[in-house]
């Protein structure tokens, strides 16, 4: 448990939305990385996000992650995000299925991180 917690922040932070390939163009180091998370999410068989809102800002995340995960079924897609609210639930899905439109209600965990890594570790269906 201390290899995986040891990546979760222990406070919220905010990554910016990058909305065009010239933000990225600017930011070689950002380029790359892009370059190496679509290669890696394009062979992927499953992908988990973790923490991450999908912000509607974020136009470039929102092409990387219909592009590079278009081969995966809904099932295949996981998000585990810290929502205590139902509108903070209703507004994460909205995201998501903006770039996701198949994915089911069942593909949401609201737990939180923290609590998933948990169930994962124990080898639950995190």
């Known amino acids: 448990m201390a290899r995986i917690e040891r990546h ?6 905010f990554v910016p939305p990058v909305l065009a390939p010239s933000d990225l163009a600017a930011q070689p180091i950002l380029g790359r990385l892009w370059s190496l998370a679509y290669r890696e999410l394009e062979q992927a068989e499953r992908v988990v996000f973790l923490g991450y809102s999908l912000p509607p800002a974020g136009l470039a995340a929102s092409v990387l992650f219909r592009e590079a995960c278009g081969h995966l079924r809904p099932s ?9 609210s139902e509108e903070e639930r209703r507004n994460l899905r909205a995201s998501y299925r903006h770039v996701f439109p198949a994915i089911p209600d069942d593909r949401f965990d ?7 890594s948990h169930t994962w570790r124990q080898g639950g269906n995190a």
Request: charged share 25%; aromatic share 14%; net charge negative.
């Open 8 to 13: 979760l922040a222990p406070d919220p932070f």
């Open 76 to 84: 295949q897609i996981e998000v585990v995000n810290l929502a205590a």
């Open 110 to 116: 609201f737990r939180g991180a923290r609590e998933w």
